[in-house]
């Protein structure tokens, strides 16, 4: 067993099987590496510290956030996101942002976490508003339930996916999760921007062709 399964194990054991046990009462953080309850953690930070090491990932469980251990043993959450879109002078752009969080540096669609009790049409609606403050005035539900392996910085390495098309108005406003936001044709998309494994896959769906810059899941 490695490091990281003997982690996820022991805390399935404290914490239960799925958030419907409701056994955390309270935000709790621990360390990617040895499982240790960090204390005394900002809500928004892009790195956790625990004796001599440093890391850009948690393992983060709250009241609101909705996960499952999977049968592998591995964390599982659940996650909405929207690509939003404008017709620009020559054809469709795309709002994307680069992260400052991890993955750093990865340009990314808006998404973010599904809460309790959220209908994931609203959720994606309010991670696009949070992380880009547009106006959508149009949504299409283009995939749902949709499992792929990313990484986020919450701890899971995986996520079930409900995928918004979203027509927008107004210029987007970056968050504090992103250092660059801005409007990007297709071809930029699928051969300049170092895109993040979910944006990527994506992105390789809706244009029929998989970008050339893509982190590895």
């Given at each position: 067993m490695t490091n990281r399964q003997q982690i996820l194990?022991?805390?399935?054991?404290?914490?239960?099987?799925?958030?419907?046990?409701?056994?955390?009462?309270?935000?709790?953080?621990?360390c990617i590496e040895d499982g240790v309850l960090l204390t005394d953690q900002p809500t928004w930070t892009t790195s956790y510290q625990h004796g001599d090491h440093v890391h850009d990932r948690a393992f983060i469980f709250d009241t609101k956030m909705r996960w499952e251990f999977r049968p592998d043993g591995e964390l599982r959450h659940f996650t909405v996101g929207m690509i939003l879109w404008r017709d620009g002078?020559?054809?469709?752009?795309?709002?994307?942002?680069?992260?400052?969080?991890?993955p750093i540096g990865f340009y990314t669609i808006a998404a973010g976490h599904l809460e309790m009790g959220e209908e994931p049409q609203a959720a994606a609606l309010?991670?696009?508003?949070?992380?880009?403050?547009?106006?959508?005035?149009?949504?299409?539900?283009?995939y749902a339930a949709e499992e792929i392996a990313d990484e986020c910085r919450s701890g899971a390495n995986f996520h079930v996916w409900r995928l918004y098309l979203g027509e927008c108005i107004g210029e987007p406003a970056l968050s504090e999760e992103g250092d660059i936001i801005g409007w990007y044709t297709e071809r930029e998309i699928l051969e300049d921007l170092p895109l993040t494994q979910p944006t990527g896959h994506?992105?390789?769906?809706?244009?029929?062709?998989?970008?050339?810059?893509?982190?590895?899941?």
């Open positions: 194990a022991d805390l399935r054991a404290h914490l239960g099987q799925t958030d419907a046990e409701r056994r955390v009462k309270a935000r709790q953080v621990y002078p020559t054809g469709r752009q795309y709002c994307l942002f680069r992260r400052t969080a991890h309010r991670e696009a508003y949070e992380e880009t403050r547009l106006g959508v005035v149009h949504v299409q539900l283009l994506f992105c390789a769906r809706l244009f029929g062709q998989s970008p050339q810059k893509v982190r590895a899941p």
